[in-house]
């Protein structure tokens, strides 16, 4: 048996984790972040809107609406410190009749509330609307704009915060699941599927989709989280121009309003439905009913849109927390809050249970938070005197200037070999996706740092080359090699 000893421990790798641990690692502690599957980002943070909120969606004096309002406000200072591309594109929240106008009218409300605008945000008439993204259907008869609103790839962000949250010290244990977790006399001792064990002073419960569960080990259940599965789905490059901002479609009928994305890679993110998902933690498959659902509202709203360019659909999984009676039923009341702090009794056990929109837009004031909560509970607060929040990155090769390119490729010829023709992304930009603490270990893991099979062929000419790479890199055989979760694999050998 393996033990390690650590001031700190992170549970989970999506966003949250990775912000945890980043905030951590500007203390002077030994952090770990322990995460179940071969790589980090690739659970809900890997399947949602790609949307940084402004603010005005939230209900005044909640969780969500003190955190969002200021996470967008610093969402370009934090993109230009992690070196992650970020556009501030605004949105367009539109409406076709009274109930969705009053919707407008109750989120301006609710965004003056918190903070947003009122430069930049205010209601539109439908033909305002339609000056500003000529695609929207004559139909809409109201606006509700905001400049602040922006996007960004979401993985993208969560990888810079590990990868600069490894440069900072943080130790990263993936592949690693938590499966038991003891109180000790000085804090918590956590035991892992391999075997390894590990004691912590305090613990930050990031585990998403599990969260609860998490908890569960630790104290009485107080909360329950009831998945829901997300359709979404994505058009090629060639629509990119299709809308200039952010589409939130607020129709007339009851159900999941409907959001268009205009990607920071030049795609179109269509998302998403609400699918009920019965229990199912895992399985994410798209549903027919989810995608018809989510195309009828684009079309609804954005008449022309060229869903013939489409060219992959997906599922995620959303979180929604219903508190547990103390009967221990789960009540049939959704909590529309984050729930993140201590439970009573437990100092130094930190939950993020339920966090869903928006929170991907306010994953570093969540660590931020969670990371002064621990420092103060286990007397840490001395600040890490080598800690640097900057991150940088090399910009994609495709990008250069023509004659940089040339340049560089005659020192590097891996430079001049292109594995992936839809997004050109070279051979060293490849391998350099595999390289580091944090570096890929899957397929997919690949995929999310380099870009490559994210173009309309969606990996039909590049998997193979990118295959041979990794097993090469890894010093594996081809057929050990993972697409995403444990066990997936992306070449199976079959007995004749
Ligand atoms: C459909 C949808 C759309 C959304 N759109 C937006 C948006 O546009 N803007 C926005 O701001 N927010 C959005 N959100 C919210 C945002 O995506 C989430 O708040 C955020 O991604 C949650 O990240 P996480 O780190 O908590 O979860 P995850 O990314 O799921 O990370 C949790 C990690 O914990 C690991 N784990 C689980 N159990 C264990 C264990 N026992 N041991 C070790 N590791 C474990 C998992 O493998 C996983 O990697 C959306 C959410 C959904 C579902």
Same mark, same amino acid.
């Given at each position: 048996m393996r033990f390690f000893k650590y001031d700190a421990v992170v549970i989970g790798g999506g966003v949250l984790g990775c912000f945890a641990a980043r905030n951590l690692s500007e203390y002077r502690m030994k952090v770990a972040l322990l995460e179940r599957e071969r790589d980090l980002c690739a659970g809900i943070t890997k399947a949602n809107s790609a949307i940084v909120y402004a603010g005005y969606d939230n209900k005044p004096g909640?969780?969500?609406?003190?955190? *969002?309002?200021?996470?967008?406000?610093?969402?370009?200072?934090?993109?230009?410190?992690?070196?992650?591309? !970020?556009?501030? *594109? =605004?949105?367009?929240?539109?409406?076709? =009749?009274?109930?969705?106008?009053?919707?407008?009218a109750r989120k301006y409300a609710d965004g003056l509330a918190n903070g947003v605008g009122p430069d930049g945000f205010g209601i539109l008439s439908g033909a305002e609307a339609r000056r500003l993204d000529p695609a929207l259907s004559g139909r809409i008869t109201a606006a509700l704009y905001s400049e602040t609103v922006g996007t960004l790839n979401p993985w993208a962000l969560g990888l810079a915060a590990a990868e600069n949250a490894a440069a900072n010290g943080v130790d990263f244990f993936r592949g690693t699941e938590v499966v038991g977790i003891a109180r000790t006399e000085d804090g918590y001792r956590i035991q892992t599927s391999g075997g390894a064990v590990f004691f912590a002073k305090a613990i930050i419960n990031a585990? =998403?989709? %599990?969260?609860?569960?998490?908890?569960?080990?630790?104290?009485?259940?107080?909360?329950?989280?009831?998945?829901?599965?997300?359709?979404?789905?994505?058009?090629?490059?060639?629509?990119?121009?299709?809308?200039n901002h952010i589409i939130f479609c607020e129709s007339e009928t009851k159900g999941k309003a409907v959001s268009i994305v205009?990607?920071?890679?030049?795609?179109?993110?269509?998302?998403?439905?609400?699918?009920?998902?019965?229990?199912?933690?895992?399985?994410?498959?798209?549903?027919?009913?989810?995608?018809?659902?989510?195309?009828?509202?684009?079309?609804? !709203?954005?008449? +022309?849109?060229?869903?013939?360019?489409?060219?992959?659909? !997906?599922?995620?999984?959303?979180?929604?927390? %219903?508190?547990?009676?103390?009967? =221990?039923?789960?009540s049939d009341k959704s909590i529309h809050d984050f729930l993140i702090g201590e439970p009573a009794g437990f100092p130094g056990f930190v939950?993020?249970? +339920?966090?869903?929109?928006?929170?991907?837009? *306010?994953?570093?004031?969540?660590?931020? %938070?969670?990371?002064?909560?621990v420092a103060d509970r286990i007397g840490c607060t001395e600040k890490n005197p080598v800690f640097d929040p900057r991150r940088s990155a090399e910009p994609r090769f495709t990008d250069l200037d023509p004659e940089v390119q040339s340049r560089r490729i005659s020192v590097d010829r891996l430079l001049g070999r292109i594995v992936c023709r839809c997004?050109?992304?070279?051979?060293?930009?490849?391998?350099?996706?595999?390289?580091?603490?944090?570096?890929?270990?899957?397929?997919?893991?690949?995929k999310r740092r380099s870009g490559a099979c994210m173009g309309r062929c969606q990996g039909g000419y590049c998997t193979q080359r990118i295959l041979e790479i990794l097993a090469e890199e890894l010093e594996v055989s081809i057929d050990k090699i993972e697409s995403d979760r444990k066990n997936a694999w992306c070449v199976r050998e079959f007995e004749k």
């Amino acid at each position: 048996m393996r033990f390690f000893k650590y001031d700190a421990v992170v549970i989970g790798g999506g966003v949250l984790g990775c912000f945890a641990a980043r905030n951590l690692s500007e203390y002077r502690m030994k952090v770990a972040l322990l995460e179940r599957e071969r790589d980090l980002c690739a659970g809900i943070t890997k399947a949602n809107s790609a949307i940084v909120y402004a603010g005005y969606d939230n209900k005044p004096g909640s969780r969500k609406a003190e955190l *969002c309002a200021s996470a967008s406000r610093d969402m370009a200072r934090l993109c230009r410190e992690l070196s992650v591309p !970020f556009v501030r *594109c =605004g949105s367009l929240m539109a409406a076709v =009749g009274p109930q969705g106008e009053k919707t407008l009218a109750r989120k301006y409300a609710d965004g003056l509330a918190n903070g947003v605008g009122p430069d930049g945000f205010g209601i539109l008439s439908g033909a305002e609307a339609r000056r500003l993204d000529p695609a929207l259907s004559g139909r809409i008869t109201a606006a509700l704009y905001s400049e602040t609103v922006g996007t960004l790839n979401p993985w993208a962000l969560g990888l810079a915060a590990a990868e600069n949250a490894a440069a900072n010290g943080v130790d990263f244990f993936r592949g690693t699941e938590v499966v038991g977790i003891a109180r000790t006399e000085d804090g918590y001792r956590i035991q892992t599927s391999g075997g390894a064990v590990f004691f912590a002073k305090a613990i930050i419960n990031a585990a =998403g989709i %599990y969260s609860d569960k998490i908890s569960e080990l630790v104290c009485p259940a107080a909360f329950c989280i009831v998945p829901e599965r997300a359709d979404f789905m994505i058009l090629d490059t060639r629509a990119g121009g299709f809308v200039n901002h952010i589409i939130f479609c607020e129709s007339e009928t009851k159900g999941k309003a409907v959001s268009i994305v205009p990607t920071v890679d030049g795609n179109i993110l269509i998302g998403a439905s609400a699918i009920a998902a019965d229990g199912d933690r895992e399985t994410l498959s798209t549903s027919k009913c989810g995608l018809d659902e989510i195309e009828k509202a684009a079309k609804e !709203f954005l008449p +022309g849109i060229p869903l013939d360019q489409k060219i992959r659909s !997906f599922a995620g999984l959303r979180p929604n927390p %219903y508190e547990v009676t103390q009967e =221990g039923s789960v009540s049939d009341k959704s909590i529309h809050d984050f729930l993140i702090g201590e439970p009573a009794g437990f100092p130094g056990f930190v939950n993020f249970i +339920g966090v869903k929109t928006p929170g991907l837009t *306010c994953a570093n004031e969540i660590g931020k %938070y969670a990371a002064e909560l621990v420092a103060d509970r286990i007397g840490c607060t001395e600040k890490n005197p080598v800690f640097d929040p900057r991150r940088s990155a090399e910009p994609r090769f495709t990008d250069l200037d023509p004659e940089v390119q040339s340049r560089r490729i005659s020192v590097d010829r891996l430079l001049g070999r292109i594995v992936c023709r839809c997004k050109k992304i070279t051979e060293r930009e490849i391998r350099n996706a595999i390289h580091g603490e944090v570096g890929a270990t899957t397929f997919d893991g690949v995929k999310r740092r380099s870009g490559a099979c994210m173009g309309r062929c969606q990996g039909g000419y590049c998997t193979q080359r990118i295959l041979e790479i990794l097993a090469e890199e890894l010093e594996v055989s081809i057929d050990k090699i993972e697409s995403d979760r444990k066990n997936a694999w992306c070449v199976r050998e079959f007995e004749k």
